[in-house]
Structures are given as C-alpha cells and as structure tokens.
C-alpha cells in the first residue's frame, strides 16, 4: 500500500479508530496485527524473511543477554575465590560465546539482504568479466524479489541486536513486542532508522486519546501529502521525459532536470518522513526526526548531518566508529606513521575508513555501480573539503567579516545545493557513462534559449510549474520559519477557528492540486525508479 493511495488511507483511519476504543493493554497489540496486514499487502513471500529476522534477532539478544547475567552472577560468586588471571580468562571465554552468537545473528540477516539484494548485481559483474575473456555470459540471472522495506527493518534490528551485544540495550523478552519494533509499519517503507532505546518508550506504552497529539499528527501528516502530491508526483514527470530521453534533452535540460530531481527527491522523501512521524504521533507514538532542513546546509560534511539523519547516524555509530578503532585500522595507521610520516599515518586510515563505508552507504542505496560510484564521490569530495580547512580558515581571516555577510552566506548554500545535486544525477541516469556524458552537455550546449520553450513539451503546462513553483516557495518559507520553533506550536495558540482554516486550506490543496488522474500512478511509479533511498 502506497501512503498516496486512498487503501492506506482507509486503513489508517480504521486502525486509529480501534487503537482508542479498544482497552489500552491491547494497543500495542493491534498495532502489531496491523503490521502484518499491511505487510501482507506486499506478498506473503516478504513475511517469511522478516519472521527470520525477527526470530534470529529476539533469540541471539535473549542468549546473549543471559550469558553475560550468568557471566556477571558466576563472578560475584567466586569473587574471593578466584585470582584476577582467572577471572580475566573466564570473562573472555564468554566474551568469546558473545560473539559467536552476535556474529552468527549478523551473518543470517545480513545474509538474506545480501543474497536478495545483491546476487544479481554480483552476477552481472561476473559475467561482465567473463564476457572480456570469453565473449559470453556464463551465469544466468536469478528470480529474486526484494521484500519491501527490507534494508531499513534490517538495518534497525541489527543497530538492536549490536546495543544488545555492547551492553547498551536490554534484551526484550516478549518476541511478540519484538516484532512489533520490527515491524511497525509506517516506518518500513522510507524510515527512520529507529533505535530499540528510543521507539521502545513510547512504542510500546498505553496511550489515552489525545486531541492535541492526534490534532499535531494530522497537521504534520497532511504537510507530508501536500509536499508529495502537489510537488514531487508532480514534477516527476519532467524529470523523467528529461532522463528517459538523453538523446534530445541535453544541456539546459540536464541543469533544470538535476533541480527539478531535487525538488522532487526533497519533497517526496521529507514528505513520506512527514507523514510517517505523523501517523506515530497520532499513535502517541515518538519516532526520530530525519531532516533538519538540508537544503540550508552551507558544506557537504553539514548536508549529510541534516539529510537522512538516522541512515547517518546508523553508519557513524555501527561501522565508521567500529571500523576506526580495529585492529586493522590502528595497525594500517602504525605502518604509515612508520614509513610515510605522523600526518599520512594520521590521514590515511580515516581515509580508508571514510572510503569503506561510503562505499557501504551507496551500495545500501542500491545494487548497481551508479549508487557506489556516487557513495565514493561523496567521501571524495568530504575529504577534499577537510584537507582544504587551512585554505578556507585562510580566506577566513584575510576577510573576517565575510562570514557574517548574507550573500556569502546565500552563495555556500547555493554551492551546496548545486554540488549535490550534481552527485544526483547518478540516481536518474543509472548509467555511470551516461551521467558524466549528460553533466558534461551543460558546458558544452547550453541550448537556454531553446530550452526555455521546450520545457513545455516535457508534459507538465505552464499551470504546473506554476503550482509547483508556489508550493515550493511555501516549502521554502514555513523551513525558515520553524527555525524559531515548531509551526505547529505556535499555530496551536492561536484561535481554533485559524488553526481549522489552515488545515482545511492544505487538505484544499492537496485535493485540488495534487497530481492524480489517468497516467499518474505509472509516472509515480517510474518515478521511485530514479530515487536512491528505498530499500
């Protein structure tokens, strides 16, 4: 079920009426069949691969939970009785069980991502290869469907199982409430990335009807549909007459395609972020923010603390950190510091680091070169921008004030804005070549003037750039404005009569503007094609 179709709606709608008439006990528990109902709307098949997740990951924390309260008790009881070398051994020997438990729960589930997601991405380049010796294909394709939402219920029940294996989370007892964090289901489509500690708070708790909660959640879902319906459904389809057809459109129409793509990508993402942490709030259910306000971001290195928080954070938290404090990593930095000096030894492992799990954020994005190819230029230019500090702190100095100047201020964001969006094109074009070819046009045939007519022949009117054109500009204005503070906050003060006419002015919009109609619904879907955050 798609958050844009009126099948969700209608579920949404029965599922919160039930979750307040039913006794609060039970409410975590319809929250759970309403789980599987909407997960079942995908295919049975999918279920099959979330219960062994769900089952791995309940067993290998509940074990390895009650191996260290053994570890812990054993220890208390022989604490006069044994030397400091044999509890050192003996805490070892379980330290050793731990992992065999907590790397054999990684294996299965990362397993079953690896060979849905990836078995056919790994056979295309061996067959690539083999093709420039052989000059055919030696392995065929495999039948394979990825199970909706697949990386981001992994990724959030391996960041439960590691806390768990670090002592940092409590092991859930009740499998049945660890399915539900699993698998709650506004979130399974485009997240956040929840962790157990925070979502368990409120996930799991009794919640009384709250106007002003439900009130709150049904203002931030309806933002959600009107930036997803009235812009990035809309616009979708320039992007795609412009991507679909490389041959024609060049030039001018790369550069509006690549700002178009990022009005659509911000919108539909954001939009689909909205309307999940709305519907949890009408649950009185508290889920991670995932933006704060990207598009504002003055360097790339603030983008990505802005963008996609939570996929952010997973990556700091359960690989960058881990992979900086190896052994591998630490003896690699050694070795230089030995052999190439302090500051190559300093530079080189973060580096590496920096590589790796980029490479890991692109590929997570997708199965297909494009995605790692961009994951990589994201690092690259990363590191580019931290080795260029000292010129920048330079430039700083030479003109102190400059900072504080509004148009410098404008020009950063602009840079950043332009920057990533030319990393993007790799999400549209899907092919390497051809998105280099295609960024490389807007150098070298401009082509404005004949672009500016042509825009209307990308099938949008001169009426949707024009609502697409206000609908952004109000985008635009309510994002600076909650940087003093919560929109909704502040209108709740007001009078119900302006809090009711505002509402019923956005649910106006969207049914009025929003894109529907014949040909919508395959122009959306084509449209999720040339985005890189699903799963």
């Known amino acids: 079920m798609l958050f844009t179709s009126f099948e969700f709606v209608a579920f949404l709608a029965c599922v919160l009426v039930l979750y307040y008439l039913i006794p609060v006990r039970f409410q975590w528990i319809l929250l759970l069949v309403a789980n599987v109902f909407f997960y079942a709307r995908s295919g049975l098949y999918g279920l099959l691969f979330m219960g062994v997740t769900i089952v791995t990951s309940y067993a290998a924390a509940r074990i390895m939970s009650a191996v260290q309260y053994h570890m812990d008790d054993t220890v208390k009881a022989h604490k006069e009785v044994w030397s400091k ?3 050192k051994a003996y805490k070892q020997q379980i330290k050793r069980k731990k992992r ?25 380049n061996v067959n690539g290869i083999a093709a420039l010796f052989t000059g055919r294909h030696s392995i065929a394709r495999v039948n394979l469907v990825l199970p909706l939402g697949i990386s981001f219920y992994t990724f ?23 399915a539900l964090f699993t698998s709650f289901f506004p979130q399974l489509i485009q997240g956040p990335i929840s962790r157990f500690g925070e979502l368990s708070q409120t996930l799991y708790a009794p919640h009384r009807f709250d106007f002003r909660t439900v009130w709150f959640g049904l203002e931030r879902v309806l933002w959600g549909y009107f930036k997803k319906l009235v812009i990035a ?4 389809v320039a992007v795609n007459a412009i991507v679909g057809q490389p041959d024609i459109y060049s030039g001018f ?19 689909g972020i909205d309307i999940t942490i709305g519907i949890a709030q009408m649950f009185g259910i508290q889920l991670a923010e995932n933006f704060e306000r990207p598009y504002f971001s003055k360097n790339i290195a603030e983008y990505w603390r802005r963008w996609h928080i939570t996929m952010g954070t997973w990556f700091k938290d359960y690989l960058f950190y881990p992979l900086s404090a190896s052994m591998p990593v630490l003896s690699m930095s050694t070795f230089c510091r030995k052999h190439f000096g302090v500051a190559a030894g300093r530079r080189i ?7 790796v799990v980029w490479f890991a954020t692109g590929i997570w994005h997708g199965a297909s070169w494009n995605f790692i190819v961009w994951g990589l230029l994201n690092a690259v230019v990363i590191l580019l921008s931290q080795e260029c500090r ?10 102190p004030g400059i900072q504080k100047k509004y148009a410098y201020r404008i020009f950063q964001v602009v840079r950043t804005v332009l920057l990533m969006s030319s990393l993007r094109m790799l999400d549209c074009y899907r092919n390497v070549g051809l998105t280099f070819k295609m960024f490389g046009t807007m150098f070298t045939d401009w082509n404005m003037t004949a672009a500016m007519k042509g825009l209307l022949q990308l099938g949008l009117t001169a009426a949707d750039y024009a609502v697409v054109a206000v609908a952004v500009v109000l985008v635009l204005c309510v994002s600076l404005k909650q940087r003093r503070g919560s929109i909704r906050e502040r209108l709740y003060e007001r009078t119900a009569a302006v809090q009711y006419l505002v509402v019923f002015a956005l649910l106006f919009a969207i049914l009025i503007f929003g894109a529907y109609g014949i040909g919508r619904s395959e122009e959306r879907r084509v449209g999720k094609e040339c985005r890189s955050r699903w799963s």
Request: neutral net charge; contains cysteine.
């Open 349 to 355: 492992p973060v580096y590496f680091v920096t590589l």
């Open 85 to 87: 070398q044999e509890r």
């Open 253 to 271: 129409y790369v550069f509006c395609g690549m700002l178009f793509y990022a009005a659509e990508l911000y919108a539909d993402f954001t939009g």
């Open 390 to 399: 000292p010129l920048y702190e330079k430039f700083h100095e030479r003109f």
């Open 156 to 178: 959030q029940t391996m960041g439960y199982v590691i806390d768990v294996y670090r002592g940092k989370a409590e092991a859930e007892k009740n499998i049945f409430k660890m």
């Open 233 to 236: 459904d809309r616009i979708v």
């Open 100 to 124: 065999m438990i907590f790397i054999g729960c990684l294996l299965v589930n990362l397993g079953i991502l690896a060979v849905l997601k990836y078995t056919n991405f790994a056979i295309a």
